[in-house]
T-cell receptor
């Protein structure tokens, strides 16, 4: 069964609104989670690393004030796309490491965002 | 992480073995080979990983050459549901704070 969940699975919003996406690790704790973005026919691009109890680390070119990340607990990370615009329309995916050495990443099912 | 090279696409007939190659000639001694796949409109799925010995699980087998410069993922009896993009990634295990970096992968198309 799924070990990482995301909510919502898809969302349509108007330009200028904010959208929050939740990522939960099921039956395990994750002090670190990762957020990716994927445009059509492209590979996954890492956006940021979410750290429980501290600030997220953003990849170069990703606006931290636009993509707000909060790692509120050991099982929950949220990504808020603020003032969304059509160019933010994408497939957003989170992941969390698991295993005795945390060597394996488990991915959520993804959230498809469409900004009109 | 070391760079990997994969063919952009492969075809396979249903029921036959799918052999997906990956070159990682600059792999370091402490780096593992990981394979993930992404079915259309879903999140990536972990398949298997290995260091230097061949590995097998319920999904696939991983064959790593003795010099570790290349590997092959084997799906023994491919089904239509195995149609996906397959990613070969090399990285040091145990680095929980390090994300996976995805290349372009191999698009495997399984047909009946």
């Amino acid at each position: 069964g799924a070990v990482v969940s995301q909510h919502p699975s898809w969302v349509i919003c108007k330009s200028g609104t904010s959208v929050k996406i939740e990522c939960r690790s099921l039956d395990f704790q994750a002090t670190t989670m990762f957020w990716y973005r994927q445009f059509p026919k492209q590979s996954l691009m890492l956006m940021a690393t979410s750290n429980e109890g501290s600030k997220a680390t953003y990849e170069q070119g990703v606006e931290k004030d636009k993509f707000l990340i909060n790692h509120a607990s050991l099982t929950l990370s949220t990504l808020t796309v603020t003032s969304a615009h059509p160019e933010d329309s994408s497939f957003y995916i989170c992941s969390a490491p698991r295993g005795s050495l945390q060597e394996t990443q488990y991915f959520g099912p993804g959230t498809r965002l469409l900004v009109l | 992480d070391a760079k990997t090279t994969q063919p952009p696409s492969m075809d396979c007939a249903e029921g036959r073995a799918a052999n997906l190659p990956c070159n990682h000639s600059t792999i370091s001694g402490n780096e593992y080979v990981y394979w993930y796949r992404q079915i259309h409109s879903q999140g990536p799925q972990y398949i298997i990983h290995g260091l230097k010995n061949n590995e097998t699980n319920e999904m696939a087998s991983l064959i790593i050459t003795e010099d570790r410069k290349s590997s092959t993922l084997i799906l023994p009896h491919a089904t239509l549901r195995d149609t996906a993009v397959y990613y070969c990634i090399v990285r040091v295990a145990g680095q929980a704070g390090t994300a996976l970096i995805f290349g372009k992968g191999t698009t495997l198309s399984v047909s009946s």
